[in-house]
């Protein structure tokens, strides 16, 4: 099969309304703007995380609180030295992803500490 050369006439009225289903092609992105959306998004992903464990710590925190009716004591997953059971006002306690809180009678009754 043999293809004619498209004559001027045919190239003008492409030119001027292209027909459907032809895909016009897309201007190449910079690269600095590659860049900047792909920081863009690892941000967001970031900024998720750190909300998403600090809501997650927080909300734990604040039922036992209401529970106990007075600060709970902190067991942290991650302990550095010491005891796993961290009294209010102890460095390290607090609201976080990796605790788990107790009232003090469930903290005697499973660690045996005051």
Request: glycine share 10%.
């Amino acid at each position: 099969m043999v293809r004619k050369k498209p004559t001027a006439e045919t190239l003008s009225r492409l030119e001027s309304k292209p027909t459907k289903g032809v895909p016009i092609r897309k201007q190449k992105e910079s690269l600095s703007e590659v860049r900047a959306r792909r920081q863009l998004v690892w941000l967001a992903c970031l900024l998720a995380v750190i909300v998403l464990g600090f809501i997650t710590g927080m909300i734990q925190y604040t039922t036992k609180l209401a529970v106990c009716g007075e600060p709970p004591l902190t067991q942290s997953l991650v302990v550095e030295g010491g005891s796993p059971v961290l009294h209010p006002g102890e460095e390290g306690y607090g609201p976080g992803l990796l605790n788990t809180y107790y009232c003090k009678d469930e903290a005697k009754r499973k660690f045996g500490t005051d």
